[in-house]
């Protein structure tokens, strides 16, 4: 017996945000190409770091809007839940490659630090100005959204970084220009690199929590438990699991032991209505299936059982 609750498109938290994740790839797309014309013509390695994180950004954002698209497609027979975990594997994708982009980055200005080469700053100042201007419209574009989606959240930290860089960047370009001390540009691509491996780490936990189906955060199993045994008729819950499907999709199932009258008046519905309609309201958990059992039959089931 459970309480269900749609898999359609709305569901996913990405499917919502997908207009302004497109705004934010153009946007992204746009300065890449600028800062790599900008990192060739002014030999800045910095600018050029940031070109690579960008367009790791870009290609992160691209395959969050493939993998709604997934998420989109109605469940079948064969796979009952869709395609809804393709948004979680398109932000496991962009937690390597942020991955992949630091450690570049860090290794190519380590060589660089006993050969710096010439800078022109004027470019570099002048494209890192135009990449934090880019970088602090679509983080205005992706706020709203970051909290409900890991792949928009992914997306928003990314864009946070970048905007850091960008004025990385622009420190790099100013001490250069008055100091003429060109290893700024290879300590600001460090930076960089610094700033995206713990972004690239806490996207990746938090995307194996969901592929290790991990309780979400936000649900304590215990006060849910607590909960659903002060429904009326209910003696027992036992074999509770909470999880995530994708962002913004959490999932609860339950074996419930109620009292012999609630069985012998078939109030079963009720309970169900009760346990469904608690649960969505306190813990936003819409996804929740039950096993109504008697009094005794947890001594039939295997164990071990939460």
Known sequence: MSAGHNHGAAATATGQHRRRMLAVLVITLSIVGIQVVGGLAS????????????????????IALVAASLAARPATTARTFGLMRAEILAALANAVLLAVLAIWVIVEALQRWNDPPEVSTGVMLLVAVVGAAANLVSLLLLRGGQGQSLNVRGAYLEVMGDLLGSVAVIIAGIVIATTGY???????????GVLILPRAWSLLREVLDVLLEATPRGIDLDRVREHMSEVPGV???????????TSGVPALSAHVTVDAECLAQDRSGQVLDALGQCLGEHFDT??????????????????PHA
């Open 43 to 62: 030999g800045s390695l910095a600018l050029l770091a940031d070109a690579g994180h960008m367009f790791t950004d870009a290609s992160g954002v691209a």
């Open 182 to 192: 060109v290893r700024a540009d290879a300590i600001a691509s460090i930076a960089i």
């Open 235 to 245: 003696l027992d819950v036992h074999d509770l699991h909470a999880w995530t499907i």
């Open 286 to 303: 819409a996804h929740c299936t039950f096993q109504l059992e008697p009094a005794g039959h947890r001594d039939h089931e295997p164990a």
